[in-house]
Nanobody, 121 residues
Framework: QVQLVESGGGLVQAGGSLRLSCAAS????????MAWHRQAPGKQRELVAA???????NYADSVKGRFTISRDNAKNTVYLQMNSLKPEDTAVYYC???????????????WGQGTQVTVSS
């Protein structure tokens, strides 16, 4: 069973920075798209940033210029560097990956357990 293990959340003051990491729990065949989503209390989960295996990125308008998504394909890991954090960035952040665990297994969607990011004003 493949799991996505997240780390790096926490409490930070407005204007500060945090770096989230998410890694697959074991060796796998391949990962296509990877992404970060977030869900604030009382709100729907939303896409924050996504990255293809080749490195093409896409960002929500609310985080453009402040957040950077990157990945290390050799380590099956995706990162989210968050700068100039605002109180409205407070949410649980979830890692997503489209993974083929084995050569002939096909691709399925996997989610991390979520990590809390709290930005104080």
């Amino acid at each position: 069973q493949v799991q996505l293990v997240e780390s790096g959340g926490g409490l930070v003051q407005a204007g500060g920075s945090l770096r989230l990491s998410c890694a697959a729990s074991r060796s796998i065949f391949n990962i296509n798209a990877m992404a970060w989503h977030r869900q604030a209390p009382g709100k729907q989960r939303e896409l924050v940033a996504a990255i293809t295996r080749g490195g093409i990125t896409n960002y929500a308008d609310s985080v453009k210029g402040r957040f950077t998504i990157s990945r290390d394909n050799a380590k099956n890991t995706v990162y989210l560097q968050m700068n100039s954090l605002k109180p409205e960035d407070t949410a649980v952040y979830y890692c997503y990956a489209e993974i083929a665990p084995f050569l002939y297994s096909g691709y399925n969607d996997y989610w991390g357990q979520g990590t809390q990011v709290t930005v104080s004003s």
